[in-house]
């Protein structure tokens, strides 16, 4: 089973700044299986980032994916209010199909 | 609109079961993998179970396989969750959510998702 750890747990900044999530795989995962959701308090998630670094429908360009092999990140190049919520990376492989994350707490500093 | 909703939800004592429906409008579910993942209050994402568009192939977690069903009704664009023999750690929002193809034939993320419907497994 891959295991998707994602680092840090919490991350403080400030509206305007730049975030730097990561994902790192247990082995190495295909670039084209790597996804990252954002998760509002009592929403659904939604999908911002598939294939690593393909912006799902709707998304803003703020948001970019990269990373290959075991390391990958979620940058938001310019923080808006909205953006401090949780995100979550996750893998396709073979049994289980699907992984996620713990997950990365975006909080306001 | 593109939409999952999903019904069906509930409380249930332990050993109990639920059947979990998910009704899909706004794009042609037949030709869709469709998906069920679940969230335990206060914790992370969990892959429970998926299908594919004829519903000839399924796929389940450890952690369900052997109580839960997954199965559709492409007449009726609707996903379906039988769970059997429910457990206190099944405790959970379950949502549906419908497949992105990102190569070949190989469904790797989840685009549209429903608002989900709470589980509470509780004697």
């Known amino acids: 089973e891959i295991v998707l750890t994602q680092s840090p747990g919490t991350l403080s900044l400030s509206p305007g700044e730049r975030a730097t999530l990561s994902c790192r795989a247990s082995?190495?995962?295909?670039?084209?299986?790597l996804a990252w959701y954002q998760q509002k308090p009592g929403q659904a998630p939604r999908l911002l980032i598939y294939?690593?670094?393909s912006r799902a429908t709707g998304i803003p360009d703020r948001f970019s994916g990269s990373g290959s092999g075991t390391e990958f990140t979620l940058t938001i190049s310019r923080l808006e209010p909205e953006d401090f919520v949780v995100y979550y990376c996750q893998q396709y492989g073979t049994s289980p199909m699907y992984t996620f994350g713990q997950g990365t707490k975006l909080e306001i500093k | 609109e593109v939409q999952l909703v999903e019904s069906g939800g509930g409380l249930v004592q332990p050993g109990g079961s639920l059947r979990l429906s998910c009704a899909a409008s706004g794009f042609t579910f037949s030709n869709y993998w469709m998906t069920w993942v679940r969230q335990a209050p206060g914790k992370g994402l969990e892959w429970a179970a998926n299908i594919n568009q004829d519903g000839s192939d399924k796929y389940y977690a450890d952690s369900v396989k052997g109580r839960f069903t997954i199965s559709r009704d492409n007449a009726k664009n609707s996903l379906y969750m039988q769970m059997n023999s429910l457990r206190v750690d099944d405790t959970a929002v379950y949502y549906c959510a419908r497949g992105v193809k990102c190569s070949g034939s190989h469904y790797c993320a989840f685009d549209v998702w429903g608002q989900g419907t709470t589980v509470t497994v509780s004697s």
């Open positions: 294939g690593a670094s």
């Open positions: 082995q190495s995962v295909s670039s084209s299986y």
